[in-house]
Antibody, heavy 124, light 107 residues
């Protein structure tokens, strides 16, 4: 059974930083692309970032324009863990952040399994 | 970015009704479209991918159709467990975009 367990969500002040983690189990983590998707009441669901799985080529990363230059996605296949480093946070980044699996090693596909999410609140 | 517009935003229906939700893309996404169901406090759950392929374990009363810019999700006979919010997702580009959601509520 695929399981994705996010952690790291917290209350942070504007301009602050936070690192989210997602521990995966139930599948061969290294073989699949992974993404982060966030959901806030005002903006609905928003794709944030994606990282490719092992493809024989260097790892590829992708970002939404709204987070480019501020967020960094990474993975540690030895720990079956996905990360999202978030810097210079603003109120618009307040959301539940979901870790989501892609059914292929390429990041260019639909999203199949979702974690339960971790809440990030940016407020002073 | 490709914009996805769902209609209606809210749909009132009864158990046993046939329900259709539409998703329109601002430009062609070929057949690279998925549908999700989300219940309050829970993560979205994949129903349909590649416009019409049923995800494993999803009841056959759910079906999808369309290509290019117009897509539909149909529930052939609404069941009590189906009252939820539904989202479409285009993945024609790596910069995926979701529709704004359609809430299916009790009439």
């Amino acid at each position: 059974e695929v399981q994705l367990l996010e952690s790291g969500g917290d209350l942070v002040q504007p301009g602050g930083s936070l690192r989210l983690s997602c521990v995966a189990s139930g599948f061969t983590f290294s073989s699949y692309a992974m993404t982060w998707v966030r959901q806030s009441p005002g903006k609905g669901l928003e794709w944030v970032s994606a990282i490719s799985g092992e493809t024989g080529f260097p790892t590829s990363t992708y970002y939404a324009d709204s987070v480019k230059g501020r967020f960094t996605i990474s993975r540690d296949n030895s720990k079956n863990t996905l990360y999202l480093q978030m810097n210079n946070l603003g109120a618009d980044d307040t959301a539940v952040y979901y870790c989501v699996k892609v059914p292929f090693s390429s990041a260019w596909a639909y999203l199949d399994y979702w974690g339960q999410g971790t809440l990030v609140t940016v407020s002073s | 970015d490709i914009q996805m517009t769902q209609s209606p935003s809210t749909l009132s229906a009864s158990v046993g009704d046939r329900v259709t939700i539409t998703c329109r893309a601002s430009q062609s996404v070929s057949r690279w479209l998925a549908w999700y169901q989300q219940k309050p406090g829970k993560a979205p759950n994949l129903l349909i991918y590649e416009a019409s392929s049923l995800q494993s374990g999803v009841p056959s009363r759910f079906s999808g159709s369309g290509s290019g810019t117009e897509f539909t999700l149909t529930i052939s006979s609404l069941q009590p467990d189906d009252f939820a919010t539904y989202y479409c997702l285009q993945y024609n580009t790596y910069s995926r975009t979701f529709g704004q959601g359609t809430k299916v509520e009790f009439k």
